[in-house]
């Protein structure tokens, strides 16, 4: 059964940084393509940043150069480095990833930004 486990949410003033977590389990973690996705309130839920196998990592546009997603297998987690965090960044934080064409997703961990 696979589970993903997001922590490391809270609340920043503009400017900070946080670290998220994802833990994986059930799931072979170094073969899997894995990804951070946000939902604020009122919206749809984006994709923030993906990473492959390879560790080869993507950003949409609005957080390239303030946040870095990176893994490590052995601890079979995720992680998304957040920085100089802007009130717009307030969601709710998700990683995902995808199994035979199906997706899985933790239950999401919240970051506030705000003054």
């Known amino acids: 059964q696979v589970q993903l486990v997001e922590s490391g949410g809270g609340l920043v003033q503009p400017g900070g940084s946080l670290r998220l977590s994802c833990a994986a389990s059930?799931?072979?973690?170094?073969?899997?393509?894995m990804r951070w996705y946000r939902q604020a309130s009122g919206k749809q839920r984006e994709l923030v940043a993906t990473?492959?196998?390879?560790?080869?990592?993507d950003y949409v546009d609005f957080v390239e150069g303030r946040f870095t997603i990176s893994r490590d297998n052995s601890k079979n987690t995720v992680y998304l480095q957040m920085n100089s965090l802007k009130p717009e960044d307030t969601a709710v934080y998700y990683c995902?990833?995808?199994?035979?064409?199906?997706?899985?997703w933790g239950k999401g961990t919240l970051v506030t930004v705000s003054s």
């Open positions: 995902n990833m995808r199994r035979f064409g199906t997706d899985y």
């Open positions: 059930g799931t072979i973690f170094s073969s899997r393509v």
């Open positions: 990473i492959t196998t390879a560790g080869s990592a």
